[in-house]
């Protein structure tokens, strides 16, 4: 890939150190093999067809197609007939810090936070760009890539705006399509940066409330409304994210992994890991990862 910031390491994508944000058109005449990422990808079809397969199941896609996949989903494109997306990559450390505002907003908390967890979409959420929504999507990805090789320290304020204008298009859509209520609950965010401060902690419903001063079953209501999802089932799905990122970029142990995310018996651990990517988490880091460069580390107690 030359000077660019996403690189291959097998079947795993990575950003160069320092990099946050990359966006660029990519064809793929007939295939894309099967891989995952630790960072955010937007791809938005820009000409061809082809279908996406990943964890969440298969999808057709055409002109105007656009899928989001948060960071560890698998995915490959097959089927392909030119098929041309203008990929966006950017960092989940982007999302937790610069961008940590989005959660605040209802329809950027849905398209990064919430909205790729609820339902069955198992960390892929996708939508459809037409006409004007798909240009402007274009031309904030255009300004996204004019800055590829311009100093960091000099366009880090160009980088993320262009990247918030290309994802409050997507989100405008992905609100049209969902029927978004137009605010969050204060209590829904609150119990979500709590699960996500702590994952480890062995929480349940009451404690949760307790933290929150609620009664349990006016919170499910409240986060329900919020995600589409009941606090235990979000937390579990932050949790196996968690372990993939660990998976991917560490040597530890799948059992010291488990118990890392909040899972110390190995058996449920095994079953919740398997049950959202289709995969047993041995066989997950053996697919998607080389012994080359492990890190051991600390897993990360913010959101990602």
């Known amino acids: ?161 262009w990247l918030s204008l290309y994802l409050s298009c997507l989100a405008r859509t992905v609100a049209e399509r969902n029927d978004l209520r137009p605010q969050t609950h204060p209590a829904a965010l609150d119990a979500m940066r709590l699960l996500e401060a702590d994952p480890a902690r062995p929480w349940t419903l009451t404690d949760l409330a307790q933290e929150l001063h609620l009664a349990p079953g006016y919170l499910v209501r409240l986060f329900k409304s919020a995600t589409g999802l009941p606090p235990m089932a979000y937390l579990s799905r932050h949790r196996v994210e968690l372990a993939a990122v660990q998976l991917l970029h560490t040597d530890l142990p799948v059992s010291r992994i488990g118990e890392a995310v909040g899972w110390p018996d190995q058996n449920y651990f095994a079953r919740r890991f398997k049950s959202h990517f289709g995969l047993s988490a041995s066989t997950y880091r053996q697919r998607f990862n080389t012994p080359k460069r492990f890190v051991t580390s600390k897993v990360s107690s913010s959101g990602s």
């Not at 329809?107 to 339902?119: A, V």
């Open 1 to 161: 890939m030359g000077d660019e910031p996403v690189r291959h390491r097998g079947t795993l994508l990575h950003f160069i150190d320092g990099a946050i944000v990359h966006a660029g058109p990519h064809l793929h005449a007939e295939s894309h093999p099967l891989h995952t990422h630790s960072f955010f990808e937007v791809a938005l079809v820009i000409g061809g067809t082809g279908v996406h397969h990943s964890q969440a199941g298969r999808q057709r896609l055409e002109l105007g197609d656009a899928v989001l996949l948060r960071p560890g989903v698998w995915h490959e494109y097959v089927q392909c007939d030119d098929l041309e997306v203008y990929n966006c990559c950017f960092s989940a450390d982007l999302v937790r810090r610069e961008l940590a505002w989005t959660r605040e907003d209802p329809l950027l908390g849905y398209l990064l936070w919430t909205g790729p967890f609820s339902e069955q979409r198992r960390g892929v959420l996708s939508t459809h760009l037409e006409g004007e929504t798909f240009a402007e999507a274009k031309r904030h990805l255009d300004g996204l890539r004019s800055l590829r090789n311009q100093p960091l320290g000099r366009h880090r304020g160009d980088l993320i705006g």
